[in-house]
């Protein structure tokens, strides 16, 4: 038999210092990471053994055993499930993917136990052992592979791990909790069942302890029934017995379910300590027949920007485990919904390709899609109540429980995912106009994301025939945009866009409910029946007069403006830029170049303000080539823009200055 010592990772060693030495106030979770990998182990030779029934071996029925041992201060979770080999072992337990313990580091708040349970998110479940053990040992064989062939891992949670073939007829893993003095109430089967039925109690394969019954202690006089006994305890029988109801929950009437149940159902498959914002479960019967249970986190992932990412719905047909992480079933603007979809119809031997193509397939995603956007409905339509009218007649509303529950929760949605759900304006066509309402902005009247479309066309004043935006990199560049002076004069609102999703989310979506959107940084401005004859006449006339010198503008400025005009959307600021109709923003371009995209190479057009003293001192000035420049780079500073030689602007500025 083989044996060597090999090093952690650094990562891991990192991770295994925090772990033994501070996250043990709560130290139960250790013991729902080890039973949920267990069960995962099983469900992985379920999805291998479809196609090679040879991995079951002589053991067909998967399960999980827990057992303990208190003279050798040992706990001990075994499955039957895939196994590893010893390559996998040294891969798996020496190392973590994609820097996890980074990221968890990251997310660490102090509150020990709202960070120990932040433990299995990140792909780092087996250390949580070492919170209760000063030393692991795994013992496995990978299913199909020799008796001989199997593995023993130990560490002692420091840097270093032993890695030695041994011989091990049964197929799965054994994990071997050597405990710490501090952890020894883990040694008592009462205290694991109350573990294992608050955490594993919906697992679907059955979870199995050894029996005890209480025995009498031994007389302390033989000869003497009544000269006492030693003290009795409990003793295992050597038979073993089921802990857990061992039947999916989805499966179950949703009378017969807890909101309790439900939510540790969803902390143990997302990996969250918080609970979700609400939930749906139901069972679909028609062509396709399926049962649904989604969720809405409360709290975004960390990873939740990684388009990369699968989808966090797990797929069962008929109860068996097939995937995890189905994307084909749940759109990617939707990434963040967790939960389980479990198909009557869908074929037990059907590849990921295939299963992309099903036309059942396709039926469930867009069941689950509709019943998702119908769950997001349901909390903005309880999002907040109107104040009382002042002066109105006081109306007390009996709201139930349930309603009084989801007040406020879409906003909270909305601050961890408003920005995802705008993906959906590109992706899902047919879903354009529910999304739409979803949607909400800060505006001109409000510095929070809670302006809804139709919010916006209840306020519109007479005569004003389109809702404005405006987008930008942030709300204080937008709020203070100069392209916004002559709507904020006029008092008409407009929408301030601020997530980097905006620019490209609104190419797909033109007017709502028959009202044109409009960017208010495109185009030449037009009021309509909002700007009176007599100031559409003064822009008229100012423009005549101003000619000569837009013409020397456009001389001057011929390498960085398409054009040059005089506007009425300015009041306080000499100039600023727009694009044309149908050009691309000049903060999407930004964006792309950052990416290291290539963007088109527009030219913005320069609006001036004929009023501005600035521009009124063009005329005439013999810096005017100077003060152009300076004109064009300010407009490109206050969108959030850089002018494209810095050091040039700084010195006409100090040129004008001295």
Request: glycine fraction near 6%; hydrophobic fraction near 40%.
């Amino acid at each position: 038999m083989s044996k060597q010592t090999l090093s952690f990772q650094a990562e891991v060693a990192q991770l295994l210092h925090l772990v033994t030495h501070s996250l043990y106030s709560n130290q139960e979770i250790f013991l729902r990471e080890l039973i949920s990998n267990a069960s995962d182990a099983c469900d992985k030779l379920r999805f291998e053994g479809l196609n090679n029934a040879a991995l079951f071996e002589d053991a067909p029925n998967l399960e999980v055993r827990v057992a303990f041992d208190k003279d050798a201060k040992t706990l001990t979770i075994t499955d039957n499930g895939i196994g590893m080999s010893e390559q996998e072992a040294i891969d798996h337990l020496g190392t973590i993917a994609k820097s996890g313990t980074k990221d968890f580091m990251g997310k660490l708040s102090g509150d020990q136990k709202q960070d120990a349970q932040l433990i299995g998110q990140f792909g780092v479940g087996f250390y949580s052992g070492f919170i209760v053990a000063d030393k692991i040992t795994v013992e496995s064989r990978r299913a199909g592979l020799k008796a001989e062939d199997g593995v023993r891992w130990i560490s002692g949670g420091t840097g270093d791990f032993e890695v030695e073939t041994i011989t091990r007829p049964a197929r799965g893993t054994s994990i071997i909790l050597h405990l710490r003095d501090d952890a020894e109430e883990y040694l008592n089967a009462w205290k694991l069942k109350q573990v294992i039925a608050k955490y594993s109690d919906h697992i679907s394969l059955p979870i199995l302890m050894e029996k005890e019954e209480w025995k009498d202690g031994e007389l302390i006089n033989p000869s003497d029934e009544n000269g006492g006994r030693q003290p009795g305890g409990m003793v295992k029988t050597g038979e073993w017995e089921t802990i857990n109801k061992a039947s999916a929950l989805w499966t179950r009437p949703k009378k017969d379910i807890t909101d309790e149940q439900y939510q540790e159902f969803y902390k143990n498959i997302s990996h969250d300590h918080e609970n979700p914002l609400t939930w749906a479960h139901n069972r679909v019967e028609g062509n396709t027949e399926y049962t649904q249970l989604l969720y809405i986190p409360g709290k975004a992932p960390f990873d939740l920007w990684n388009r990369d990412k699968k989808a966090g719905i797990k797929l069962y047909v008929k109860r068996v485990f097939i995937m995890d992480e189905a994307e084909a079933l749940m759109p990617s603007y939707l990434r963040f919904v967790k939960g389980v979809i479990d198909s009557s119809d869908l074929p037990l031997n059907v590849s990921r390709e295939l299963l992309q193509e099903s036309r059942d397939v396709k039926a469930i995603r867009e069941g689950s899609t509709k019943r998702v956007l119908s769950m997001l409905e349901d909390l903005a339509k309880h999002d907040k109540h109107d104040a009382p009218v002042e002066g109105a007649d006081a109306v007390t509303d009996v709201v139930d429980a349930d309603d009084k529950a989801k007040e406020g929760k879409y906003s909270q949605f909305y601050a961890e995912f408003g920005a995802v759900l705008k993906e959906g304006l590109g992706e899902d066509f047919a879903n354009r106009e529910r999304l739409a309402k979803l949607l909400r902005f800060a505006s001109t009247s409000s510095d929070t994301a809670s302006v809804s479309f139709a919010d916006y066309k209840a306020r519109m004043k007479d005569g004003q025939d389109a809702i404005y935006y405006i987008t930008a990199d942030t709300l204080a560049a937008a709020k203070n945009s100069p392209q916004l002076e002559v709507f904020k004069k006029k008092g008409i609102e407009v929408l301030l866009m601020t997530d980097r999703v905006d620019e490209w989310a609104l190419n797909y979506l033109q007017d709502f409910d028959g009202t044109p959107l409009q960017s208010v940084a495109k185009g030449a401005v037009d009021l309509g029946k909002l700007q009176d004859e007599a100031e559409k006449k003064a822009a008229e006339e100012a423009a005549e007069t101003f000619k000569p010198v837009l013409a020397k503008l456009k001389e001057a400025l011929k390498d960085k403006a398409e054009d040059v005009r005089v506007t009425t959307r300015l009041v306080d600021s000499p100039a600023c830029l727009v694009v044309q109709d149908d050009g691309m923003s000049t903060q999407l371009a930004r964006m792309l170049k950052q990416a290291g995209q290539q963007a088109p190479d527009a030219k913005p057009v320069l609006e001036v303000n004929a009023e501005h003293p600035l521009v009124k001192k063009l005329d005439g000035s013999v810096h005017f080539h100077d003060l152009a420049h300076i004109l064009f780079d300010q407009a490109l500073l206050a969108e959030g823009g850089l002018p494209e030689d810095p050091a040039a602007y700084v010195r006409r500025v100090n040129a004008l200055l001295v």
